[in-house]
């Protein structure tokens, strides 16, 4: 399954690829206040799409763009989670930092992620119980033990006045202790990065499930966790999610629990 997800991934970012050298030609759509779809978008889920179902005819899809295919929930044996272009809004301006994410959930556990950087052409995978890889090498998030030494890493979806005063807030309280809170706009590859131990924490709330669910996988198959603000492990139904190894995620919680 895991061959037949890359496969799928790398049919998706050839259409990303192609896209990208041309980009006055993507039709955007704006589907609400700064959350925009594009033709690229829907065009690689329908290659991802295409190749999974192709293989496997009977399993389930919980996508981005088109929705639920077939029947989704906890009971459901087999269920893609696809987001095909992670980054929507970085890939619209040729900001480099997007990638295509694909999960796997079995009966309502997360059992297979890849995340692919289709410019840096990197592939993260993680099979539960079987580790992280980053272009076939095993990763681990970083030792990091105080907050103080570690580069983070958080996002914000353009919401309420209230959503944007505890952001403020949030990154206030995280980049005064740190060295530093990124922004990069992508949620699959801020997990993907924690996972390999080129951040060592990540925070975002409002989130879907397909932004979350292979990220979140590769995190914990690299020795690192992943949960709610309040450090419990509901975060693919609350889509407020907390990465790290586990000081720095206990140290986020700390600080961060009064957001939950
Ligand atoms: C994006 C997330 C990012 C978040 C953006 C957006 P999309 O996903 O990856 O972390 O800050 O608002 O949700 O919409 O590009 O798939």
Redesign the pocket.
Known sequence: MLNTAVKAARRAAAVINRASFDLDRVSVTEKQHN?FVTDVDQAAEQAIIEVLQKAYPSHAFLC?ESGTTGNVNDESEFVWII?PL????NFIHGFPQYAVSIALQQRGVITLGLVYDPVANDLFTAEKGAGAYLNEKRIRVRKQDRIAGALLAT???NGSPKALDEYLKMYAITAERSHGVRRA????LDLAYVACGRLDGYY?KG?QPW?IAAGSLLVTEAGGIAGEFNGESDHMTSGNIIAAGPKVFGQLVGLLTEFA
Do not use: Q, R
């Open positions: 959350d981005e987001d992670d980054g929507t809004t996002g914000y979806k706009g992508s949620a699959a975002e989130l932004d």
